[in-house]
């Protein structure tokens, strides 16, 4: 199955893309590129991913945050280790 350049660009176009910020302590890191994913449950999986990935045995001085945007700039979803504890909050 092959996409013609024009079509890819619609395809993409249509999907929505996610930005993945990343706090840990004083430093922050804003995701300004963002990633096209196909949907919301595609983001949730990015992000637990980014978060297993940053932190692979929490510890109880461990305060890791992934903040999931949409391309306006809301705030989706946040999952968190605090305190050793992973938690994952859905913004409404």
């Known amino acids: 199955w092959i996409l013609h350049r024009r079509n890819f660009r619609r ?3 249509t999907m929505p893309r996610f930005f993945f910020d990343v706090s840990e302590k004083a430093e922050v890191y804003h995701d300004a590129n963002g990633t096209i994913l196909p949907s919301f ?3 949730r999986e990015r992000a ?3 978060v297993r990935k940053l932190e692979p045995n929490p510890r109880a ?3 890791l ?3 999931v945007r949409d391309v306006g700039g809301r705030q989706l ?9 992973p938690g994952v909050s859905l913004e409404e």
């Open 77 to 85: 979803l946040q999952i968190r280790i605090q305190a050793g504890k």
């Open 61 to 63: 001085e461990d305060d």
């Open 11 to 13: 395809w993409c176009a």
């Open 41 to 43: 449950g595609a983001a």
């Open 48 to 50: 637990l991913a980014i």
């Open 65 to 67: 945050v992934c903040t």
